[in-house]
């Protein structure tokens, strides 16, 4: 799915990391608790797959999809806005539907409502792409039997499981939930799941605790127009005493 922060480029590089961890411990049960467009998880292999984010609407959206619901073949900007300013009037899934594949990079309804446009000359119809891009993935099957949960990732108590986390950015432009999101708690309970299971983290910097298992310069895209590179590691707590 188009999502704001996707993993999407990256996933061919670190699903093989995630997956060799899920052999390695003999986990049955792999988590997300931050799964955004579930852009990663698709691709994992476990018994279990648990997908969470705080995002209700992003939930119920593919809890449709995934039992066969249908989407609408277009959404008008009279749409768009009565959906944004009414939210509890509609299907939970509709709303997710209108308010990440309706506005601009699958930022939910932030950035605005993206219909057709036009960029180099040519003329793109983002709510059709962004349809299609998540309709493909339902097809490719990778959602299927996949656990879906609308939770903030500090009600977790895994144990024994294969955790991947991908907060939101740190230090990247402001957006939606992540102005709130408080990152020493986030490293905290990172320490705290790492002591009883195998836990690796998405960012760009964590703490000296903290040890890069992978890294790879990228492309990263903010807005339509404003790209810029980042590098992308995989973290792990060096204490944990499973990778040393
Ligand atoms: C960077 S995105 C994940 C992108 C995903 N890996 C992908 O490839 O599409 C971060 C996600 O964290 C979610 N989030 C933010 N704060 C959260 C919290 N406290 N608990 C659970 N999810 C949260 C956001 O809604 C967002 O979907």
């Not at 997908?51 to 277009?74: C, M, R, T, V, W």
């Not at 960012?203 to 810029?228: C, S």
Request: glycine share 8%.
């Amino acid at each position: 799915m188009v999502y704001m922060g996707s993993k999407a480029k990256i996933a061919d590089y670190i699903v093989p990391v995630i997956q060799s961890h899920i052999v390695v411990s003999g986990s049955r049960t792999y988590i997300e608790p931050f799964c955004g467009g579930c852009n990663v998880i698709d691709k994992v292999k476990a018994v279990n797959r648990i997908a969470a984010d705080k995002n209700e609407y992003l939930i119920a959206l593919f809890k449709h999809l995934q039992s066969g619901g249908k989407l609408p073949d277009e959404i008008s900007k009279e749409e768009y806005e009565k959906v944004r300013e009414n939210k509890e009037s509609f299907p939970e899934w509709y709303v997710g539907a209108v308010g990440f594949l309706a506005s601009y990079n699958g930022r939910f309804f932030d950035g605005g409502y993206a219909g057709i446009g036009y960029e180099r000359g040519r003329k793109r119809d983002y709510f059709r792409e962004k349809r299609n891009n998540i309709l493909n993935q339902i097809r490719r099957g990778g959602i299927a039997g996949i656990d879906f949960m609308a939770k903030d990732y500090r009600e977790f108590r895994p144990k024994g499981c294969v955790v991947y986390c991908d907060p939101p950015y740190d230090e990247t432009k402001e957006y939606g939930i992540a102005k709130t999101f408080d990152r020493i708690e986030f490293w905290q309970i990172m320490r705290d799941w790492s002591r009883d299971n195998t836990v690796l983290i998405s960012e760009q910097k964590a703490p000296e605790d903290f040890m890069a298992v992978w890294e790879k310069e990228i492309d990263r895209t903010l807005q339509a127009k404003e790209h810029f590179r980042a590098t992308e590691k995989l973290f792990v707590w060096g204490n944990s005493g499973k990778f040393v």
